[in-house]
């Protein structure tokens, strides 16, 4: 794959609004489309922003009306704000691009980074991104020491943690010792060149995700690399592990088209 450029839009009090950065995106995939530019990460931080990808169900977005932004993306509703690292990497792909084999060698980028920072994190099947495992379900209590067995989000599926209490919400995840995700992964592909990217939790309020529900998974939580490590991690810490770890990955893998399986006549 050919070199990856970075580009560093703004962090902390230079953070950029999420429909500037999207802007910003729409050029740079159209520069990298005519080949007037090389494969272009943008790295960034937003103000708080619940941005919704095509999948979303109404009953996950905040109950109190908070505005939501309804993007182009893959996925379902998520959370983006101050202490969050957030990458969009715009990159030409062979045709037909296999969306799945991206998203795997982002994910395989910040298992490295986090691993870096003395976080073991992984995959989960079945949901993007880069997770924290909880511990086996029959270890699990809620609090009051009450089994995971009468656990309602496992019964009722009408059940709304938003509505429940602190002992439900997401960002108490690790609390609970459950599946927890510490990266998300959003991304789409028009004319062979992807757009949007992930977002990494260094040190955010991850109380913001109590207010929705994250990526449309009701069983699981979010977590930051400052909560894991019981100590303060910074953006500007992390983020030349990250460049590092995305150019090893990303400027070292050799894509290959999509196969596309036809039907026996």
């Known amino acids: 794959m050919s070199e990856l450029r970075f ?23 159209a520069a990298r489309f005519a080949d ?8 960034l931080e ?6 919704a990808g095509r999948r979303t169900a109404d009953s996950e977005r905040p109950l109190d009306g908070t505005p939501v932004v309804d993007v182009d993306r893959g996925g379902k509703i998520t959370w983006h704000g101050p202490g969050q690292l957030v990458g969009y990497p715009v990159m030409k792909l062979p045709r037909p691009v296999d969306v799945v084999a991206h998203v795997r060698r982002l994910e395989d980028a910040l298992i490295r980074t986090c691993a870096e920072f003395g976080v073991e994190t992984s995959r989960v099947e079945g949901r993007s991104g880069v997770w924290v495992l909880g511990d086996p379900v029959e270890q699990r209590t809620l609090s009051g020491g009450l089994s995971l ?5 496992l019964q009722d599926e009408e059940f709304d943690p938003r509505l429940n209490g ?16 510490l990266a998300a992964i959003g991304i789409r592909v028009a004319k062979g ?30 977590a930051s690399l400052a909560g894991e490590l019981g100590r303060d991690v910074t953006v500007d810490e992390v983020l030349p ?11 070292n893998a050799d894509p290959a088209p999509r196969v596309i399986e036809r039907a026996s006549a």
């Open 7 to 29: 580009v560093r839009l703004g962090f902390g009090e230079e953070a950029v609004e999420y429909q500037e950065a999207w802007q910003k995106q729409r050029e740079v995939h």
């Open 36 to 43: 007037e530019i090389p494969d272009t990460c943008l790295l």
């Open 46 to 51: 937003h103000p708080p922003v619940y941005t």
């Open 149 to 153: 067995d009468f656990d309602p989000r």
């Open 166 to 181: 602190p002992e439900y919400a997401p960002s108490n995840a690790g609390q609970r010792r459950e599946d927890r995700k």
């Open 193 to 222: 060149v992807t757009m949007h990217g992930f977002a990494l939790n260094v040190n955010p309020d991850n109380t913001w995700f109590d207010r929705i529900v994250p990526c449309g998974i009701r069983d699981a939580g979010v």
């Open 241 to 251: 592990v990250v460049e590092k770890h995305l150019r090893d990955v990303l400027e």
